[in-house]
């Protein structure tokens, strides 16, 4: 799905759709029972509408979470306006779903492990002496399994140890830029950890959204640093690639997917939803997220989308919205001041176990949650990188 | 600056894993006789677990075909469950205390915030027992070095869970009629 060769991604595409056409009544059936049930405890609680366990689990208020999504609805624009440039670039003025879920533009550069450990270690140390000396205490301590061998599971991610006080980072190194973005979002796993960790355990047990607050803001640091460094177009433009994609992925796929969910949940309420319907509810979102760009979006997305079957997290995709605009008005706040890195981003990571949302943003970033304006200037890394990517590419658009 | 593997046979061997889940099955047959060792022993459980089961996660993702570690993946699962139960037994447990009460328990613990934001949840979620709530007047701690009012109290929450339980199964029946 994510091959270069678009032969190759359409007859992958092909074999997902023949395959989830197969069992789509059945998946529907299971998404039904899950809401069903969710909605039948929540009647008997009392509880008017569905999101309160969501806004317990995420310790967000309805107010502050509404104030995002309204957000989120700014720069719809601007966003499209990206995907139809990405697809320019590829010479076509439509694209498939799956054109999405690759890069346009790929780094030519081979990145050595060594390169890699080089790059974090020297991006943290310019930010803050501590967590320059964090990286190298876990690159000599070897607390990072890179390497490419068969039998490995494929993915990554930062494994915790409270008892012994260590962390673990898990991934697939391939030399390649993307592998360094997801190498420092480990490592910013592993430094909330090892914040936390003289925390008594149960003052360790962080919101689902907070958790990927400093993996984002790590993963950012090192890509913008490296991107600065970097002049050949071609490069920058993979590079810008990769934050972008992450970045939409949570400001503008996400949030289609949440309300994807609301609106299958209130249907569901008045009795079963079947799989051409919730094919429908999606792809209607999918349509207002890329714009005219993407006219037949994935059928069968509900079906593999694996938070949306989640029975204990309710509603388990939007947390990853909340945690990414955390994080990237975080990264504001530090890039304006890197001595706020101590003051702020770490207060905030040290709170992360002992207060909601709304206090954090309160508190640290002497902000308001409810407001609208918090959270469209939370985009602002964003929409910095898409206009950097619209000013490259606006030579090379194909000529009529 | 060379090393790719991730040192992980440094941390612990696989019969050390063997020692931690004993450790933790032993914790969960105890009874705590009060809320405050009940909430110790719930922070204790809780952090072995995530010790543990991501230590076993880690010698899987390593190596998937390693056939030992798979049947400690579905040990600590069934760990897990017999944990998350014991979350639901402490939630039931500080729901039902007065407000007076778990304000003075609240105050003198360094979990504040975790329980507070158990006890939200959970009131919401037992307020279909209301008519059995919040009845408690004194709090079950060792604090109080009373150790009748203890045994009382604790025999009170006993029968308050049974009941709910029954409660519980008949509900969830209904659901799964509601939603089949």
């Known amino acids: 799905m994510f091959a270069p060769d678009r032969l190759a991604r359409q007859a992958a595409a092909k074999a997902v759709d023949d395959a989830c056409a197969e069992e789509a009544d059945l998946f529907a059936t299971i998404l039904n029972r899950i809401a069903g049930f969710r909605l039948q405890s929540y009647k008997m609680r009392d509880w008017e509408q569905p999101l309160t366990e969501l806004l317990e689990q995420n310790r967000i208020t309805e107010a502050s979470l509404q104030a ?39 780094s030519a550069r081979h990145v050595p492990f060594e390169t890699a450990q080089t790059i ?78 003289d925390e008594l355990y149960l003052n360790q047990v962080k919101g689902t959204s907070i958790a990927e607050t400093a993996s984002t803001f790590m993963e950012n640091l090192v890509l913008d640093a490296t991107i600065k460094e970097t002049t050949e177009r071609e490069e920058v433009l993979a590079l810008l690639e990769v934050k972008i994609r992450e970045g939409l992925k949570y400001a503008s796929i996400v949030p289609g997917m949440f309300r994807f969910e609301q609106r299958f949940y209130a249907e569901r ?52 919205t909340i945690g990414y605009l955390l994080s990237n008005s975080l990264y504001q706040t530090v890039q304006a001041d890197p001595s706020q890195f101590s003051t702020v981003f770490e207060a905030v990571m040290h709170d992360s176990g002992q207060a909601t949302i709304d206090e954090i943003i309160k508190r640290h970033l002497n902000a308001d949650p409810t407001s609208v304006a918090f959270w469209v200037e939370a985009q602002e890394p964003l929409v910095e990188a898409i206009e950097q990517y619209l000013t490259l590419t606006e030579s090379s658009l194909p000529v009529d | 600056m060379q090393q790719t593997r991730w040192q992980l046979e440094k941390l612990y061997t696989i019969d050390d894993v063997k020692v931690g889940i004993a450790t933790i099955q032993e914790a969960l047959i105890k009874r705590p006789s009060t809320l405050t060792e009940q909430v110790e022993r719930y922070q204790q459980v809780a952090r072995d677990v995530e010790e543990w089961s991501d230590f076993i996660y880690c010698l899987y993702a390593e190596d998937v075909t390693r056939s030992e570690v798979h049947p400690l993946l579905e040990e600590i699962e069934v760990v897990q469950a017999t944990v998350r139960s014991l979350a639901a037994e402490l939630d039931t447990q500080i729901a039902v ?84």
């Open chain 1, 120 to 197: 974090v270690t020297k991006q943290f140390k310019q930010l803050n002496p501590k967590l320059g000396a964090f990286a190298e205490n876990v690159f000599s301590k070897g607390w990072v399994d890179a390497e490419n061998r068969p039998g490995k599971a494929e993915g990554g991610f930062c494994a915790a140890f409270p008892i012994a006080k260590e962390s673990r980072i898990f991934m697939t190194y391939r030399d390649s830029y993307p592998d360094v973005a997801t190498l420092a979002h480990e490592f910013g796993h592993a430094y909330h950890n090892y914040l936390l960790q």
């Open chain 2, 97 to 180: 205390v007065s407000q007076e009460d778990w304000e003075t328990f609240v105050a003198d613990s360094p979990y504040a915030f975790f329980l507070n934001e158990r006890r939200d949840v959970s009131r919401i979620v037992h307020r279909l027992f209301k008519n059995n709530c919040y009845k408690t007047s004194v709090l079950t701690d060792s604090k109080a070095g009373d150790n009748s009012t203890n045994s009382a109290l604790w025999h009170y929450v006993s029968s308050w869970m049974e009941n709910k339980s029954r409660l519980v199964k008949g509900y969830t029946k209904r659901c799964l009629r509601l939603t089949a």
């Open chain 1, 269 to 320: 309420q008045h009795g079963t939803v079947s799989a051409d319907r919730l094919s429908e509810l999606l792809q209607d979102e999918e349509r207002s997220a890329y714009g005219p760009v993407l006219p037949d979006p994935a059928r069968y997305k509900w079906m593999y989308i694996s938070h949306l079957f989640n029975p204990n997290l309710a509603f388990y995709n939007i947390p990853y």
């Open chain 1, 68 to 106: 995002m999504m309204d957000a989120l609805e700014h720069h719809r624009e601007l966003f499209q306006a990206y995907y139809a440039r990405k697809i320019a670039q590829a010479e076509r003025v439509t694209g498939e779903w799956h054109d999405f879920e690759t890069n346009t533009y790929r």
